[in-house]
């Protein structure tokens, strides 16, 4: 069975103030987390943290270069954005699983059915393939 986006879980998800981890946020301005962290950040009122290979800081936040090296200051983590390739995101939602994460969204093109049946079975919220920026709009924010 494929999953399916509940509007009303994306709705709270964006509307509800938290902390979002968000995988594959590089100081690369040409990529799409670039921009919808700061939306996420900025628009949205949430607390972001940057994961990234190196652990590189990413507009002004530390950078962390997995989930399991967020500290327990940053802890717990609402929402686990995965701006990776789908045969990368399975790896990260087993990750946010372990961490305790509450949701794990799955951006535009990121298709796990496997990973998103796992995460909703841990139960965590599943959001997969669409964007933040996309959604604001549709809630009017």
Known sequence: MSHTNDPAVIERL????????????TTNEWRAAYDVSLLIRDRLGMEIVPVNLPGDAVHGEVGYSSLAEIPAA????????????????????????????????????????????????????????????????????
Request: net charge positive; proline share 2%.
């Open 14 to 25: 964006m509307r509800t103030k938290g902390r979002w981890a968000i995988v594959g946020l």
């Open 74 to 141: 940053k802890q717990p983590i609402d929402v686990v954005d995965c701006f990776v390739n789908s045969q990368k995101v399975g790896a990260v939602v087993d990750q946010a699983i372990a961490i305790g994460a509450k949701a794990v969204w799955l951006q535009l093109g990121v298709i796990d059915e496997a990973a998103a049946a796992r995460a909703a079975a841990a139960g965590l919220d599943v959001v997969m393939n669409t964007c933040p920026a996309q959604q604001a709009g549709r809630f009017n924010l």
